[in-house]
């Protein structure tokens, strides 16, 4: 997959494109023909980006809209395709042009489930998106001080891991729960069994259209089909709507997929600027705001960097040290797609994994991001086509997205008990409790009550301790509170 100039340089009649020869001043700016590439690999690895992770576009208003904040207000879909679209076209191409590497950006899985099922239902949008901000400032600011170091070696690996892993259950149930393939039962007497399989059985063409879509999904990832998760709402979404006109059917739940009457309009730019950097403060205490921003900042951060470095080095750019060129540039770069999908209410933005289906094609530098970000922009118009897919054809997305962030399992020792324990504790409780937060501290409350037990103290970072103390505040926080007599 990686790109030869081997003998480029020195022949002089080489037609435009060719690897090895600058052809211009965007040539050189991005280093297209130094680093092997060529304009139409670019171009090709641009839009092959793009393709795979469109299901943003999707997912992301889906996922945002589907839930209430304290209020019970929801946000409008159309307004967060809108946001969706803009922050992911804008932050891509500045990351093309001032990180020049082909890493697109764009709301991120598992950050947008914090935000609708964490923050939300204890504060207001508003208070919810300008702690999206903050962690994007706080991400900044690690990243110009150089303590990003710190953090990174403060949680073990296989924590880091975990957590991935927690979140990825944690989006398959919201997904299986979504599409109705999961439902709670009811508080009936003489049951214990606290959820089920659809109303007791699987009924409806509904579920219908969520069971196919999801054997398609499976399917296509297990044959490696490029762009899988896109093809899959696409043909479910197309099956619905033919399904929904001829039955005439009520049960489709947040999205009845019925065909607009037009199918482009302007951009609803109404959720832009809607955030409120210190409100959350005044809605929940102080100590749930710090482990929520540092829940965000842990599930941001430490993803990027993964992503950064795998996709970078299966571009063959580490530098002979196997350092990402410019990391900080585009560390700060990342960081700032936060603030900016925050301030647009579309959840923090982040590096997307699926770059590698870019670097699959031939993208070699910024330039892919030019022509990604482009599509991006155009589907700013796109927002009465894109609201139409219904929960059960975007449901096995989220499934199948949690499958992906579950292989990481695989890098845990779990015949290390010092560490297995924990990460099966952070794994298992963010499914079961709904929340990733408590699965994050019971983890690492875990990890530092076992090595102190075992006598290993001081292999816990500072860090890692003083987070643990707010966590353990954080669990014990009505006691503490009653105690004190503040409730």
Known sequence: ??????????????????????????????????????????????????????????????????????????????????????????????????????????????????????????????????????????????????LREAVMHAIPQPLKQAISVGIGLFIAFIGFVDAGFVTRIPDVANTTVPVQLGTGSLTGWPMLVFCLGLVLTVVLLARKVKGAILISIVTMTVVAVVLNKAADIKTWGLTTPSLPD?????????????????????????????????????????????????????????????????????????????????????????????????????????????????????????????????????????VAVGFLMMTQVKHIDWDRYDIAIPAFLTIAVMPFTYSITNGIGAGFLAYVIIKTALGRAREVHWLLWGVSVLFLVYFGIDPVEQLLGVK
């Open 262 to 398: 037009t199918l482009v309009d302007t951009p609803d730019f109404g959720l832009l600027g809607n955030f409120d950097l210190f409100g959350a403060f005044g809605q929940v205490s102080v100590v749930t705001v710090l482990l929520l921003v540092f829940t965000l900042i842990l599930s941001d951060f430490f993803d990027t960097m993964g992503t950064v470095v795998g996709v970078t080095a299966e571009a063959g750019l580490l530098d002979e040290d196997g350092q990402v060129p410019q990391l900080g540039r585009v560390l700060l770069i990342d960081g700032a797609a936060a603030v900016a999908g925050g301030a647009a209410s579309a959840s923090s933005a982040t590096t997307y994994i699926e770059s590698a289906a870019g670097v699959g094609e031939g993208a070699r530098t910024g330039f892919a991001n030019l022509f990604t970000g482009g599509l991006f922009a155009l589907a700013l118009f796109m927002a009465p086509l894109l609201t139409i897919v219904p929960l059960q054809a975007a449901a096995p997305a989220l």
């Open 1 to 146: 997959m990686k790109s030869s100039a081997t003998g480029a340089v020195h022949d002089a009649h080489q037609p435009p494109g060719t690897p090895g020869m600058a052809q211009g001043p965007v040539d050189r700016y991005f280093k297209i023909s130094e680093r092997g590439s060529t304009y139409g690999r670019e171009i090709r690895g641009g839009l092959a980006t793009f393709f795979t992770m469109a299901y943003i576009l999707v997912l992301n208003p889906i996922i945002l809209s589907g839930a209430k904040d304290m209020t019970g207000a929801k946000l409008d879909p159309a307004q967060l395709v809108t946001a969706t679209a803009l922050v992911a076209a804008v932050m891509t191409v500045i990351m093309g042009v001032g990180g020049n590497l082909p890493l697109a950006l764009a709301a991120g899985l598992g950050l947008n489930a914090v935000v609708a099922y964490q923050l939300a239902p204890l504060m207001t949008w508003d208070d919810a998106m300008g702690l999206i901000v903050l962690e994007g400032l706080i991400i900044c600011a690690l990243v110009v001080t150089g």
